[in-house]
């Protein structure tokens, strides 16, 4: 990995320059970014040669789907007519883009197609079918030396995420804004570090020792026992390679920031505060530069989201059966949910650097595995894109009977972010009519 | 790939489709079997009219099937053409004859052949590779091994079911995440055990009268229990976590055991008693989940009960009335004075006394001194208040070989099997490395000894030897002792070895079917065993899923977490009995009792029938080992209830917390109890979207299936289980109509129609015959079961060739009709268990 191109100077003292930092909802005006940028990420190799603003993503993935006549626009283009959840979203309507009519080919299953937002791979019912690297990951594994955390897997609640390693392993994601927080800006009391340095030093040197012993193991075992443990190989020299990065950041102190640290929310149910806090966070991991490449999932629960109005649970009222007071409720939640994630956006674009607008260099789309979850349909999934380096298009509508493929999209992004690939996943080109 | 199917002829294909098109996992083996020429040729021909190119029905193309059986994917595509052809499903009976004479060369020389194939494979592969130890394995491993009992799987990542099971080896995913988090975790687990070897345990106790419960003086108002008449009392009413007791908070997490005096008060006339559950939580605002511990039913007796929990740090208990049908106090402001609820005449629960005490389960703290630190003992040193290793003035050399031993018996346990020192060296030598470091690094022996084997053991839990369960056989395929007391101890404990299998191991005494049968019974008595049945349900039954949904108060107004939990007792007692009384497999479906309380017998509408029944026959005696009052109630022959599909658990799980969908049910039924896997729906035909307004029935929509051949082809065969079940609302009460809505309100709907065809042509008019149906045909039942506990117990989804040894042991079994505990030995005895 590079080394910060000036580390010798004094950062406490610039940093202290930097005014506040008080969660998302405050605007940021300074140029502080880019100052801050030398002390704590260094450029990846991409950036350092084309000169260009480093490119970020963050997609949030929804377990539930969308009411699909509530996102989806009337008209097309840039005029189209705000459909009611994106009633608020006027002052974002030059960076955002609203594609109807998409899906990932071939990918069914209602709930078990969630392995396939990201990776538009196909999964099968049985479970047999191995996963694909997630769009997310395969940025990360490009362009992710640059920052403290190549990526960040992150979930409302639940234990699952749409992110997979390339071994096809699904990459558990971190619930708790408040552990996140530490990770990400609290170094720590000296002694807690120093016993957490010793056993990731220690934990190293067991790698070594583990992997010496997996090869003795592999000569005594046959072949179909061998290749699995070839994952097992794998997984020891990847976190060989993760420790080595993490001894190298723990040398730095990691950014300080004028947030305290959010308590988290214990009620598993409130869905919508939780993401609010995971929001806040991915601002500031995205203003400090902490890690480029994020994804937030909403899984779908079984309990009442307390929002008001609101009485029964949300997976029961995804399943709404047309009755109308089901679908009142289910509005209200989705409206809640697309409103905070307008909030971030709105938030990244009131942050700047020399390179202009965070949000013109954050990628973040909205979407859900599920066209309609009330018969678990693949079909026809959400897909709000915002910011980046598109020229946005406003309302995209695609064939709703014969949908265009999303990958598609996974990759124009990608290129977009200078990675060199021609395919991802079942693409069959770049995202047309968003360039 | 085509992304549009023109024709709904795919319902039938996609199984193919899918196993076509999946890129390859595994390695190609070298095996000549193939299948012959003359085969392929009769599929060419007949299949050809709609199954020709890419552009063929369903993605099928006959012209890219291939003959090599070494390729795992065409191998699984041969058995799906061969049931489908077999069974008749295919081709279509209406758009093609096939005679009888083809047939009888045809689908033997195919059998055959994959026959061959596999035992090809067999031998040189084995059945099952590299299986990891499951979350829950992984969590009992460690406890066992360290002599902790923390809960550990909640710092997992959870993981995947496939099949039902989430251990099943071709599905078992390994990544760096995983391996950080698998280091997180057992530091966790180091972590206790050597707190607990050098802290001891702490003893804490509390003894509660009701002036030390209640935490309620006249004038004030909160959620705790308030002081009447000399009692502490909570009155029932909706407000969450009204009845904590915050004098119950415990400093440290770990087990309780919790002994509790308690009574009614103002209980209704026509109720028995009143019930109440006992959960912990921290019971404030931010934090409303609470953990269940168990139900009681209070009668105006006072009555004492006990109940065992882990209860984490900075949580109490909540104890409070539980049952949504009694009238319920309204409280102002989210909080309760003394004495609001006096006047407005509802049920409350008083308790009398409360008693809590640490207990330590994982075992005794010289056990875990001994494991950890070997015969040496420990000493106290006052300076860092803590014992440590006892190594007084040993030299070096002593003190690096007593490391290096203890790092090796350490490993021979993890490991499961005896190991050379040459394997354990590497890491008794990291241990060396550690004492070394630790010593130049300024700490005193005693720490950087313990640090030394801290270190040790660390990576030996990394091993793979340690994660994988690595199963060796010989040449005639046959798994070694060792390897077959691991996989012997994990399907029925879930954990690793103990020493009496280990012993039995070291001395080949687990290769007769007696051996086998005594080992797995005395496991079946040991405190991990008694689970086993509750473990296996919980994935072969889905019941692991049974919080997944909350039903709709509106829909469901008696519906509440003292029935659901009274649910999941009904289901484990009654699997259990089946198992401990060797009960005839026909009961799993066609039982005429089953267990209830009092609370689940008034939600299923039938509390006569416990009337009747001997109070707390069969379940433990006394009130205090079993406070949710769970008893063995006989039914009559006309009863609803009675047999797993009328289970309440079952048909929760099985429904969408609101609705039922004979297509859900009729696939869980199926799959899980009739042993038919169905192949995933096409990906473009829409789901039936359910409208609850009424306008259609899901008969009516699902009735387009059944008129379309190729549709009904896959339809015929489960919406039949499905139907039957309809009487079943998806709370698992009793309907004869459905609900509908009209303007806002539920009104009653259209009769419910029970009544179908199966696909062998075998009509029922109701669930009651569909029922006796399925009770008939124990050998169905019973390779049902005997596939289940097969997959469960080697990690592995049953193939082909195991088709055999189902077979057999339904054979063996008969003598006892079928008896639950003979298959499972049977099981245990068979080819597929005892082979790699």
Redesign the interface.
Known sequence: MNQPSSTQFNFQKRLRRRTVLRGSGVAMSLPWLSAMRSAFASDSSHETATGRPPQRFVAVTVGLGLLSENWMPEGEGKDFKAPLYLRSFDDLRDSLTVASGVSH??????HRAEASILTAT?M???????NTISVDQLLAKHLGDATRYPSLVLAAS???SPCY?E??????PITSPADLFDTLFVDGEAKHRQQQAA?VR??R???D??A???R??QR??????R???D??F??????E??MQQAEQWAQRPKPHVDAEQP?D????NDLVGRFRSMCELIALTLQTDSSRFITLHLPGG???IPIEGV???Y??LS?H?????KLAQLALVEEAIVSQWGELLRSLAGSEDAHGRLLDQTTSLLTSNLG?A??????NMPALIAGGPFRHAGHLAFSQK?NYPLPNFYLSLLQKCGVEVEQFASSTGTMSGLS | MPTIYSSPMIVMCLGLLYLWHTSCVLAASPTDASISASSLAFLQSHCVDCHDGPEGEGGFDVGSVSTKLDHPRVYESWVRLFDRIEKGEMPPPDDSQISPEELRTFLPSVEQSLTQAAKAHRLRDGRVQGRRLSNSHLQRTLQDLLHINVPLARLMPPETRSSGYVHLADAQTMSHFQLENHLQVIDAALDVAFDRATLGGQDWSIDYGPEKIANKKPGRRNRDPELRQGLAVTWNSGLIFYGRISSSEVRESGWYRITLTASSVKQPDHLPSVWCSVRSGPCTSSAPLLSWIGSFAATPEPQTMTWDAWIPAGEMLEIRPADTTLKRGNFAGGQVGFGEGEKQNVPGVALTRLQMQRIFPGGDVPTVRKRLFGSHGVQYNSKIKRSEPNIDDASEEIVTTRIAEQVHQFAQLAFRRPTDIAVTQPFSEFARLVWHEQLQSGMSREQAYAAALRGGYRAVLCSPRFLYLSEYAGDDGQLDDWSLASRLSYFVTGSMPDETLRQAASQSKLRSREQLRQQTDRLLTSPRGQRFVEEFAAQWLDLVDIDFTEPDQRLFNDFDIVVQNAMLAETNLFLQKLLDENRPISELVGANYTFLNERLARYYEIESAIRSAPPTADVASATDMNPDGMRLVSLDGDSHRGGLLSHGSILKVTANGNDTSPVLRGIWVCERILGEEIPPPPSNVPAVEPDIRGAKTIRELLAKHESDASCAACHRGFDPPGFALENFDAGGKWRDQYRQLVSKKYKRGADVDASHTMLDGRRFENYNEFRQMLAADAQTLAANLATQLLTYGTGAKLQFSDRAIVTNIVKQTQNTDHGFRDILHSVIASKTFLNK
């Open positions: 080919p071939d990918v069914a299953g209602g196909p099968g019912s049985a479970g047999r079918a191995v639940g234990g699952t390693t071994s096809g392993a699904m990459i558990p056993r220690q934990g040197s067991i790698m020792v583990v010496e012993d997996a003795s193991l005594t075992l046959g072949r179909g026992d290749d699995r443990l994952a097992y794998s997984s020891v020299r990847g976190l390679q993760r308590r929310i214990r009620d598993p079984g309990g009442v009485r029964e649970g997976h029961s399943h059966g047309q009755d109308d007071t309609n009330s018969n678990h349909s693949n079909r014969d």
